[in-house]
């Protein structure tokens, strides 16, 4: 399995290269919503890799669905997810550390990730047993890309320390969730915040749903927020 992730990370890398991703950092004291640019290859090298080595051959329906719908999810994206960054980069004072990101979408049976970046999307696509609503799609890129955010952050959360005896896992989802959590509370989403309920308790690891436990019905996402907020 390390051979195949390796191989996989490997290929998204190049992905990534061919598309020309631009990673910068804002000016000190900046704080800019990044350009987030969806990028699908059409019958690409990760999707063809991905569905050889992990058995599971991408299908063309799904490729050309996918590839016809790129527009579709980016217009989702500008229109939703762009103001979930915006408001979490205004309340926490902090900038996001690239200004411009491209994220690569993949038909492949592959779990979405930071990095790289990576968003899986078959759960949207018709032929899934009960596809998602495409206007959950801005928040699974939001998670990944408050990874990266996060990662630009000083680590020295007193309530991470507090569950220092849950896995890793499970502390690295804490702040992520909050802040999923806290920007649809904010801009009055509960039909995202059920849809990530139910994922979370059921549809995700154990350590998933510890963390969501955490967040969301032990101590808050408020207190995760006070807690990044720039001084």
């Excluded at 990101?101 to 049976?109: F, G, R, S």
């Excluded at 959360?157 to 502390?171: A, G």
């Excluded at 308790?201 to 990044?228: K, Q």
Aim: proline share 6%.
């Amino acid at each position: 399995m390390r051979s195949v992730l390796l191989t996989l990370f490997i290929t998204a890398r190049l992905v990534n290269l061919v598309n020309g991703q631009s990673v910068q950092e804002n000016l000190p004291g900046s704080i800019q919503v990044p350009k987030v640019s969806l990028v699908y290859v059409k019958n690409g090298p990760f999707d063809r890799e991905c569905g050889s080595l992990l058995n599971k051959p991408v299908k063309q329906e799904d490729i050309d669905e996918l590839s016809g719908r790129v527009g579709e999810f980016q217009a989702m994206w500008d229109k939703e997810g762009s103001v979930y960054l915006q408001t979490i980069l205004k309340e926490t004072g902090r900038p996001f550390p690239w200004q411009d990101v491209e994220v690569t979408l993949t038909a492949c049976d592959f779990p979405s990730m930071g990095s790289p970046l990576i968003i899986y999307t078959k759960s949207f696509l018709s032929s899934a047993s009960k596809p998602h609503s495409v206007s959950a799609f801005p928040i699974v890129i939001f998670h990944e890309l408050m990874h990266i955010f996060l990662r630009s952050v000083d680590d020295n959360s007193l309530l991470k320390q507090k569950y220092v005896s849950e896995s890793p896992l499970t502390l690295s989802q804490l702040q992520v969730m909050a802040l999923e959590k806290f920007v649809l509370l904010k801009l009055g989403r509960p039909d995202i915040i059920k849809w990530l309920d139910t994922r979370y308790r059921t549809r995700f690891s154990p350590e998933h749903r510890r963390a969501w436990e955490i967040v969301n019905d032990i101590e808050g996402c408020e207190a995760f927020i006070a807690e990044l907020k720039k001084n």
